[in-house]
């Protein structure tokens, strides 16, 4: 019974420590783009390694060329 005297203080402390790191988490601004770095990977610099037949932007050309 002796142990939850010190345990009660540890476990308050180590959750005003979380606490404290989430708002200041929060008020830094780590959570304000959630999705563009997952998207980042997709837009890599390696246009040259994909097939003239498969770019996406020779649809684009096929349709201005068309008007």
């Known amino acids: 019974m002796d142990i939850i005297y010190l ?22 601004g780590q959570f304000d783009d959630l999705e563009s770095p997952a998207h980042r990977i997709l837009y890599d610099d390696d246009d040259d390694m994909i097939p003239e037949d498969a770019r996406q932007d020779k649809d ?8």
């Open 7 to 28: 345990l009660i203080p540890i476990a308050i402390i180590l959750a005003s420590v979380a606490i404290w790191a989430f708002s200041w988490s929060v008020k830094q």
């Open 60 to 67: 684009k050309n096929r349709s201005q060329d068309s008007k």
